[in-house]
């Protein structure tokens, strides 16, 4: 099977960004950064914490200090091939799309989402009520027209690959891997 040298995993959280990103790595020896664990260090290193409220407010803002796309420009000096989840802001996508890397998008039915954040329990996000969850999921849908801000909606309209994930891990997986062969085959043909 023939896959992209460079993957971008954007999406809703808890959507299964990490669980594409994982099979990369298990099965086709992928390189795999998230984006989010870079935000969680910097969260906690400046605030202490990792709660959502405060990770939407660190990310932003390190991304206008050094760049929209800085923590894919980090990402991008590891070994290829490379996945790189957790795409939340057009800066990191369009970087994603400059190094010629294929953009994924991945969601899923919210209630499904919000019980597998729950079954996580990342931080105190699982003690989340489900409206929260949603109000947490529309700040980051579209927070703002700045290259540095949570734009989950215009990421999604410039994805390669559009993905829902509310079945198995198996079935998600074999359609990912399945879209992510023809976009490479695509891409073949056209260069």
Do not use: C
């Not at 989010?36 to 906690?44: C, H, K, P, S």
């Not at 000096?77 to 994924?104: F, H, N, S, T, Y």
């Amino acid at each position: 099977m023939k896959l992209p040298e460079i993957i971008g995993v954007a999406g809703t959280n808890a959507s299964g960004k990490n669980t594409l990103g994982d099979v990369l790595v298990a099965d086709f020896g992928y390189s795999q950064v998230s984006t989010g664990d870079m935000v969680r260090a910097e969260a906690m290193k400046q605030f202490g914490d990792i709660e959502r409220a405060t990770l939407q407010k660190v990310a932003p803002a390190y991304k206008r200090q050094h760049g929209a796309g800085v923590f894919v420009e980090l990402a991008l000096q590891q070994p290829r091939p490379l996945v790189i989840d957790g795409i939340r802001a057009l800066g990191e996508a369009k970087m994603i799309k400059k190094a010629g890397g294929v953009l994924v998008f991945v969601d899923a039915d919210p209630e499904l989402r919000y019980q597998r954040m729950k079954k996580r329990a990342r931080d105190a996000e699982s003690q989340k009520s489900f409206e929260e969850f949603l109000q947490l999921d529309q700040n980051e849908w579209e927070a703002g027209p700045d290259d540095s801000d949570y734009n989950i909606k215009g990421i999604k309209a410039m994805a390669d690959i559009s993905l829902t994930n509310d079945g198995t891990v198996e079935e998600f997986t074999k359609k990912a891997l399945a879209a992510l062969e023809q976009q490479q085959t695509n891409t073949e043909l056209t260069d």
